[in-house]
């Protein structure tokens, strides 16, 4: 069982950063290791980025180049750095450990419970 604590959701104008947190009370493997899901009102559950223990990182189309994801191994905690937000990114943004797929929600084993990022326009 992993435990997974999120931090850093808010209020931000478009084209403003955010950065969220997560920790993991201990560290899982996994082939795409940990990362961020996103879930606006009325939508599924959507992968944003993930990082492997090694650095590799993964990231849907629509973030690349704004989201940049990152972790510290010692600390099993990811980070998401938001840039250049858009009133699009708005949902409450899940940490996911142990991610064996990317294609959806199901290929995850652990949830943290998840932290509201609003962008206003």
């Known amino acids: 069982q992993v435990q997974l604590v999120e931090s850093g959701g808010g209020l931000v104008q478009a084209g403003g950063s955010l950065r969220l947190s997560c920790t993991a009370s201990?560290?899982?493997?996994?082939?795409?290791?940990m990362g961020w899901f996103r879930q606006a009102p009325g939508k599924e559950r959507e992968f944003v980025g993930a990082?492997?223990?090694?650095?590799?990182?993964s990231y849907t189309d629509s973030v690349k180049g704004r989201f940049t994801i990152s972790r510290d191994n010692a600390k099993n905690t990811v980070y998401l750095q938001m840039n250049s937000l858009k009133p699009e990114d708005t949902a409450v943004y899940y940490c996911?450990?142990?991610?064996?797929?990317?294609?959806?929600?199901?290929?995850?084993?652990?949830w943290g419970k998840g932290t509201l990022v609003t962008v206003s326009s």
């Open positions: 990082v492997r223990w090694s650095g590799e990182t």
């Open positions: 201990r560290r899982t493997l996994s082939a795409y290791g």
């Open positions: 996911a450990a142990g991610i064996n797929s990317i294609g959806g929600p199901d290929g995850v084993a652990y």
